[in-house]
């Protein structure tokens, strides 16, 4: 299959940070080249930002913070449905940015759930509400506020930057903070793009920042003392430095990190369902997603007919490029990811049964970074592949006895994302639902982020929230102001 001429275009981003409403210079590292990772050759330059452009953008965006609030919830509301006019006018653009920049494929909904996020965010501006108490023992009253942190420094990873973005970034911004967003140098434009747009729909200059960078510029935004708040996205060993640092500076972080999501499916579920279910759930994005189930747990008695046809799913899908819509699974981020995950394939080959997959695509895709569909069987419990994220196209399936057993397996890992399961006995799927230990749980279905439900991880998957109003309030401090009364006044 020969990769479209999409590949070929001119990315036509430029290679700056956006600070202040504009696209400027940065003052840090020479830029570093972008690969396109369905070809593996260089396609862009990316500014690499330094612990001065943090500087400037977190500036800019507490001064752009007052003006924003200033503009009260009615103007801040237009602005957000501005934007998400223009983004819907620029689909095209973003959707083919995301598959140049990290290999999601186009005929992905990423535009359609990015879109979510804006209109649902939209929606709270104006329904930040406080409460009302009676003062005892002094007479009086008492009433709370809910009010910004002032600036967010937001942290995503590249994996669906398009989403990533409206999903931690825009709800800050609807509860009144400004901005100063970091993505990764594997996946920079979409991130810039979006900031630009923001701008245009009525954004004040400075409220949305996004400076590409690496470690440098994340140690310096979560340090930064004008910072009241750091979210971030990604992997337990960066994660632990992004706490260590906000702890020296008694701030509040909020982290969605990994998961090894379990699926369970018991003797009485359709396997039909399941079988898509569970290899396009944990192969998608081609296992590039936190929230995948990537374990497969199954009854015995339907272990051999669910393996089956869990092989001849992934026979079936099509990898390859991204702007292909028949395509279902780009490639992985770059050489190194690829690298790392053929080395786990190939550890696991040691420890169970490899009945799908396990080598990287050649031919006409052979400089990009594609891996074929894999999947495991007779994954013991406890070994490296059950225990430890793959964060690639890697399924591993494992036979349960009991429901005892499949809760036993299923709770651990030391992650606490997401967990599945298939089942249509209501009873057990409640009670399963009560006692995984996982901040999200999805009956008889594929994942789903919805805008307006809590999404986030028990254990070592991180703690906070995004969507509905809980992700609102990851945003807002609370105040409480007295007001005392004279006495026999009221």
């Known amino acids: 299959m020969a990769l479209s001429p999409s590949h070929q ?5 430029p290679g700056r940070l956006f600070i202040g409403g504009a696209f ?4 840090g590292a020479p830029s570093v080249e972008h690969v396109n990772p369905s070809t593996g050759r260089p396609q ?10 943090i500087h400037r953008a977190v ?30 006018a620029n689909r095209e653009q973003l959707t083919f940015l995301g598959a140049r920049e990290s290999g999601i494929p186009v005929a992905l909904p990423m535009m359609d759930m990015a879109l979510g ?42 994996n669906g930057p398009l989403m990533a973005t409206c999903m931690m970034a ?14 990764p140098t594997l996946a920079p434009f979409v991130a810039l793009r979006i900031a630009e747009l923001a701008h245009q729909a009525g954004f004040p200059a400075g409220l949305f920042n996004v400076v590409p960078g690496e470690a440098e510029a994340g140690e310096a935004l979560v340090a930064h003392p004008d910072v009241g708040k750091v979210t971030f996205t990604g992997g337990e060993g960066v994660a632990r430095r992004v706490m260590a640092t906000a702890a020296a500076c008694l701030k509040p972080v909020a982290l969605e990190l990994g998961g090894k999501s379990a699926n369970l499916v018991f003797e009485d579920a359709d396997l039909d369902a399941a079988a898509v279910q569970a290899v396009y759930g944990a192969l998608g994005l081609s296992g590039q997603g936190c929230v995948n189930p ?4 199954v009854h015995r008695t339907r272990y051999d007919e669910l393996v089956a046809r869990a092989v001849a799913v992934a026979a079936s899908m099509r990898i390859g490029d991204p702007f292909d819509p028949a395509t279902v699974a780009g490639p992985v981020i770059c050489q190194s990811a690829c690298d790392r995950i053929l080395g786990i394939i190939a550890q696991a080959r040691c420890e169970a049964k490899l009945v799908a997959g396990g080598e990287r695509l050649g031919g006409e895709l052979a400089g990009g970074y594609f891996i074929q569909p ?11 592949l059950e225990q430890n994220e793959v964060f690639g196209p890697v399924l591993s399936i494992t036979l349960f006895a009991d429901d005892a057993e499949a809760l036993a397996i299923a709770n651990g890992t030391r992650y606490g994302l997401g967990a599945y399961l298939h089942t249509n006995d209501l009873d057990r799927a409640h009670a399963f639902a009560e006692r995984l230990d996982a901040g999200y749980v999805n009956i008889n279905g594929f994942a789903s982020m919805a805008p307006g439900a809590p999404f986030g991880g028990y254990r070592q998957s991180g703690f906070g929230r995004v969507g509905g109003w809980a992700g609102m309030e990851e945003y807002l401090q609370l105040k409480n102001v007295f007001v005392a009364r004279r006495e026999g006044k009221r």
């Open 9 to 13: 275009r001119s990315l036509d981003v």
């Open 24 to 27: 400027v210079e940065c003052d």
């Open 44 to 53: 862009a330059d990316v500014p690499v930002a330094s612990a001065s452009d």
């Open 59 to 88: 500036k800019a965006a507490k001064a752009a913070q007052r003006a924003w609030m200033e503009m009260g919830p009615r103007a801040r509301t237009q602005s957000f449905r501005r934007l998400g006019e223009l983004l819907e």
């Open 117 to 158: 996020w804006v209109d649902h965010y939209m929606g709270w501006i104006d329904k930040i509400e406080g409460s009302y108490g009676e003062s005892y023992p002094a007479p009086g009253f008492n009433y709370t506020r809910r009010e910004p942190y002032g600036v967010v420094g937001v942290i995503i990873p590249w």
């Open 170 to 183: 825009l709800p800050a911004i609807a509860a009144g903070n400004g901005v100063v967003l970091k993505p």
């Open 294 to 297: 990537t374990r497969l747990l």
């Open 374 to 384: 894999t999947v495991f069987a007779d994954v013991e419990p406890g070994s490296a």
